[in-house]
Every structure is written in structure tokens, then in C-alpha cells.
């Protein structure tokens, strides 16, 4: 089955997402005008889920969110489990267990919903791609260069690889964001690797460089409806906190890297074209606490973004959470953005 646009997704299976609200006590509201930047403001966030349980699964270790065909989010953790969340009170309302081909769970980072409903898993151990059935049968694996693979077998870093997902408007092609750069790449250069969607089957396409901000890495990626792409950068330093800030990307002028071995600044590449949206430090703290030292009380360890609808002036709404680790210090937290791109 062909699978349907994502634009088409964002208009027409929306109509739950678009009217999020913030779930529990601890979540706090504010009036859209409340800006990051010039680009980017915060309507409200909710902690609601932190340290929760569902169906004796811990929910938390949030690594991925993308909205389903019937408007429901679905909240991709970590440690192997896929939630359906209520997209008006990010409540749980179901949760399945994801494994490899052996029946061994998954690093899971990456998530995309194809238009039959089956879902694009990606892992970073290996790292990998694959394809699950909603419930959450493995129904095929895409290749990967091997020059993304974890060393030996490739130049990339354990827990450095394939960490956002996300398909192109028209359904036909799906990106990649490896976390950190390949050994023998300049430092702060990382790949964005795509794949083309021909018969139902998914095949190696073309391949990108993204530079970084220095001391960041990519922990997601999401494809707007006009096929750029709003790219997460993030870091940490201890005693200091979370570095996060949102960036619009543009590839369509960038050089395919694919036969490129090595990213040291060649002149003839030109990378993926970025601008900075907004530094979310620079958001209102709404009243937020942290639980361990942070440049602003409202950071975390944000790791997940979807894009679940547009407001009346056209802004994008967009959904991040933040991975808590299953950490005490940390936070389970949902962020409700307005973007104008």
C-alpha cells in the first residue's frame, strides 16, 4: 500500500492532536506568546507521566514521538516499548513490546508511521533499521552502509548512531540522523542518510552532511510539510546541564556524501544549510523545577519531536519529551512548541 503523505497526515488525521493539552498537576500553562525567540514560543508543559507505570511497563525512557493515522501519538521508548498516548491528555491507552529478529529487545531511537500503520523502528546498537507490524511483529529491515555500522564492522561509535527518523512529505523517502560524527569525519560533521521507497521496499539512496554545533550531537530530526526538516542539537555538561536548541534545516542544495569516505572540510561539499530557531534555554522557565542543575528549569534531556498540526496563523505545533534514563535526577517532560518556519 502506498503510504499517504505526511502532509496529509498533519491535516487530515489530526484533529485530536491539535487540541493537546497540558495533563496533570504538574504540568503548567501559558499563553502562546510566551517566546523563546523570534521563531519559537512555549504554550505549556507536563510532567504528568514522570515516573509512571503503565500495564506494569515503566513509561519513560522516551526517545521518539510521531503521530498515528488516527491521531493518537505514539511514544517510542528505549528500552523496547511503544505506547499509544491520548493526544489531549498524553495518557497511555496501550503499550507494545519491540524486538529484534531473535526476540531480543531494542535500543530504540527513532520512530515513523507509514500510511498502512506499520512502524520504522530505528536501533542504535548495530545500528538498524526496522520495519514492525502495529503489533510489533518484525516485518523487515532496511540495508545500512557499512560505513554507519558500530566498529569493527563499521566506523561508528556504540550509542552514537541512529538516534532520529522521519519521512519525507509523499511518504517515499525516509531519513536518518546519526547521532555524533564517524571515526575519520571532522568532529561535529554527522550523516544524514536516506533511503527511497520503490514497490513497498525501502532501498540506500542519498546521503548528507550536517555540521553540528560544537559539543552537540543530533537526537532527532522531523521532516516539515514543505520537506525541510526541524533538527534537534543537543549536549550535556555535568554541573552545568542540558544544551538544546531547535534548528530549521534545508538539504535540497546539499551534496550527496555517499561516496564521500571521509567529512574533513572538503570544499567541494557543501552541507546541509541550518538556521537556528531558537535556543530553549532562552524560553520561560512557566514555573518548572529541575532536579539537577540546568541553565533553565524547564531543560531536560529532550530527545523525541513530532509536528502534530498547524495553529490559525499557520505555525507548526510541535511536541517534544525529554528522556529521564529511568533516572532520579531526571525528568519524563512534554514540551508544547509553536514554530513559524
Not at 203 to 229: C, F, I, M, N
Not at 293 to 298: I, Y
Request: glycine content about 10%; charged content about 20%.
Amino acid at each position: 500500500m502506498r503510504p499517504r503523505t505526511v502532509l496529509a497526515l498533519l491535516t487530515a488525521g489530526l484533529a485530536a492532536a491539535t487540541c493537546l493539552t497540558a495533563a496533570g498537576p504538574a504540568g503548567a500553562a501559558a499563553p502562546a506568546h510566551h517566546a523563546c525567540s523570534s521563531a519559537v514560543s512555549i504554550d505549556r508543559f507536563s510532567d504528568a507521566l514522570d515516573k509512571t507505570t503503565y500495564d506494569g511497563t515503566f513509561v519513560g525512557n522516551l526517545s521518539a514521538l510521531a503521530v498515528d493515522r488516527d491521531g493518537s501519538l505514539a511514544a517510542l521508548s528505549d528500552r523496547s516499548a511503544l505506547f499509544r498516548l491520548d493526544a489531549r491528555t498524553l495518557r497511555p491507552t496501550a503499550v507494545v513490546r519491540l524486538t529484534d529478529e531473535q526476540g531480543a529487545g531494542l535500543d530504540a531511537e527513532g520512530l515513523a508511521v507509514l500510511g498502512d500503520g506499520t512502524r520504522l523502528v530505528s536501533s542504535e546498537t548495530e545500528p538498524s533499521v526496522r520495519r514492525h507490524s502495529r503489533a510489533g511483529t518484525v516485518l523487515d529491515r532496511l540495508p545500512v552502509p557499512a560505513a554507519l555500522r558500530v566498529a569493527p564492522a563499521g566506523r561508528a561509535t556504540a550509542n552514537q548512531t541512529f538516534e532520529g527518523l522521519t519521512l519525507l512529505p509523499g511518504g517515499r523517502t525516509l531519513l536518518a540522523s546519526m547521532e555524533y560524527a564517524l571515526s575519520g569525519d571532522a568532529t561535529g560533521t554527522v550523516r544524514f542518510q536516506t533511503w527511497e521507497r520503490h514497490r513497498g521496499r525501502f532501498a540506500l539512496a542519498a546521503q548528507y552532511a550536517y555540521r553540528t554545533d560544537a559539543g552537540l550531537g543530533v537526537p532527532e530530526v522531523r521532516a516539515t510539510p514543505d520537506g525541510r526538516l526541524l533538527v534537534l542539537e543537543r549536549g550535556f555538561t555535568a554541573g552545568v546541564g542540558n544544551t538544546v536548541r531547535l534548528y530549521l534545516a534545508d538539504f535540497r542544495h546539499a551534496t550527496d556524501t555517499s561516496g564521500v569516505e571521509h567529512l574533513t572540510g572538503q570544499r567541494e561539499v557543501r552541507p546541509v544549510k541550518k538556521t537556528l530557531l531558537a535556543d530553549l534555554a532562552d524560553c520561560p522557565s512557566l514555573g518548572a523545577t529541575a532536579k539537577q542543575p540546568q541553565p533553565n528549569p524547564l531543560l531536560d534531556n529532550i530527545e523525541g519531536m513530532t509536528i502534530t498540526g498547524r495553529d490559525r496563523t499557520g505555525r507548526l505545533k510541535v511536541l517534544l519529551v525529554s528522556d529521564d534514563n529511568q533516572n532520579s535526577a531526571q525528568t519524563t517532560r512534554f514540551f508544547h512548541l509553536r514554530v513559524r518556519v
